[in-house]
């Protein structure tokens, strides 16, 4: 999938609580909220789909950072390049702190990501146990 493919599908929805997944397609929409956007970005349109690849870039290449811009906020870096719900395009680091991003020092680091999706995902499986 193509960026502005993806970007056409995607709608801002706050979710309730951290939620951390690679968001799906429901009904010809992606909804979600700025990690929603950052995770469908590295699944969708740079791992084209796979999980492997997705994994692998992100233990790898890719950074979901956290900034400050009146609240919490995800953002994704690859390759020197930043990407948010905001812009919905590969921009400078200076770009996006021309939006009134600060990066915190620590960016989620790969394990963060990773236990936030699983504790997602365990939380799901309980709900729908009970």
């Known amino acids: 999938m193509i960026l ?20 799906k397609i429901k009904n010809g929409k992606i909804l979600g909220d700025c990690e929603d956007y950052a995770l469908g970005v590295l699944y969708y349109v740079i791992a084209e789909k796979s999980l492997l690849k997705f994994w692998w870039l992100l233990l790898t290449k890719a950074k979901i950072h956290y900034v400050r811009n009146n609240g919490g906020h995800a953002v994704l870096q690859l ?27 620590v960016f989620y680091l790969t394990y963060q990501v990773a236990v936030k999706m699983l504790y997602t995902k365990v939380r799901e499986l309980i709900k729908g146990i009970l």
């Open 4 to 23: 502005d493919t993806f970007n056409s599908l995607f709608e801002y929805k706050a979710d309730q609580g951290d939620q951390w997944r690679i968001p």
């Open 79 to 105: 390759d020197g390049k930043y990407i948010d719900n905001w812009t919905k395009d590969w921009v400078s680091k200076q770009e996006m702190e021309a939006l009134g991003h600060k990066f915190h020092f």
